[in-house]
């Protein structure tokens, strides 16, 4: 056998080109398919790193690369329940924009609203012998499924929340300085991860403050109503400072505000909305009555004068 060995190289030559020019198309498929996902939309970040954009008017199902459904999509809510068994943990993330609230259907039963600007990562499915661990960033309200052998933890931000079964709010972004738990139903133990023997326990009724400059958990009775309404729209502000209020008002309702009046940025207001009523405008007409400043608006730009 005779084997020309210049037509082979030849050959691998052009094989490595195609292989190349595959490469570099499948690559750049796969960059401007990432910059085409929209800032405005809810994201959900398989275990692979793909991610699936989820509209709150839609139906979808969450598949595998093997075909196997995980999920199921129904408008503003997604359901990992499923009687199929895994053996290892598979984590899934989905982050929410502003301006948009979305629910979660844990495997195990728990439901978790997450509000405007939040991330929670969390199993596929949660597996027997280890305890039922998410991850959160932003605010939450879970109402979780008893287990008195596998607990629920929350973690976010150097703060650990442990449950068996309850109903709890958490608010932990980035940008607000306290980390707070409000306790509905049950019971809940906060813990600081560098002091994880430290427990502090809240009672219904009660809401767990933590940051970074104290690392004292402080607990004061609270009237919970003011911190889980945002679920059905609400917006209530409490003795609420003008600058907290402007953050709030921009997760809501996804909108930039530009304040030039550093006069009030101090000044506490009383006042409740609902986002499903009323628009950032009706909202800003109102506090602008009392506090007598005036704004303009341009698109979702906000200046305040």
């Given amino acids: 056998i005779v084997i020309n060995w210049r037509k082979m190289l030849q050959y691998a030559a052009v094989l490595i080109c195609l292989l190349g020019l595959v490469y570099v198309f499948q690559y750049k498929n796969v960059k401007e398919t990432t910059i085409e996902v929209p800032s405005d939309a ?10 699936q954009v989820l509209n709150p008017n839609g139906e979808q199902q969450i598949i595998k690369k093997n075909g196997e459904v995980v999920a199921s999509q129904k408008e503003n809510e997604i359901n990992y329940r499923s009687d199929k068994a895994m053996n290892k943990l598979v984590y899934n993330e989905i982050k929410i924009p502003y301006g948009k609230t979305f629910k979660v259907m844990l495997s195990d039963g728990t439901s978790v609203n997450l509000n405007a600007g939040s991330s929670l990562k969390y199993p596929v499915q949660f597996i027997k012998g280890h305890n039922r661990e998410v991850v959160l960033e932003g605010e939450a309200f879970f109402d979780v499924e008893k287990d008195k052998i596998h607990p629920f933890i ?21 940008e607000d300085s306290d980390i707070n738990t409000v306790l509905v139903e049950g019971s809940v133990s906060l813990s600081d991860v560098e002091n994880v023997d430290k427990k502090t326990m809240l009672v219904p009724g009660e809401k767990g403050s933590w940051n970074n400059k104290n690392t004292a958990i402080t607990v004061d009775k609270v009237d919970t109503r003011f911190y889980t309404e945002w679920i059905n729209g609400e917006i209530v502000f ?16 996804d909108v930039t505000i530009e304040n030039h009046r550093n006069d009030i940025l101090d000044k506490k207001f009383n006042a409740s909305f609902n986002k499903n009523i009323e628009s950032i405008d009706k909202v800003l007409e109102t506090m602008s009555k009392i506090q007598g400043f005036t704004y303009k608006k341009e698109g979702k730009h906000i200046k305040i004068y």
Avoid at 154 to 174: A, D, E, P
Avoid at 238 to 253: G, H, P, Q
Wanted: no cysteine; aromatic share 8%; charged share 30%.
């Fill in 238 to 253: 409490r003795k609420t400072a003008f600058r907290d209020i402007i953050i709030k008002l921009e997760r809501t309702y």
């Fill in 154 to 174: 929350v973690k976010t931000r150097g703060i650990n929340v442990k449950v068996l079964g309850t109903k709890f709010n958490v608010s932990s972004y980035k």
């Fill in 42 to 51: 809810i994201q959900l970040v398989l275990e692979n790193g793909d991610i």
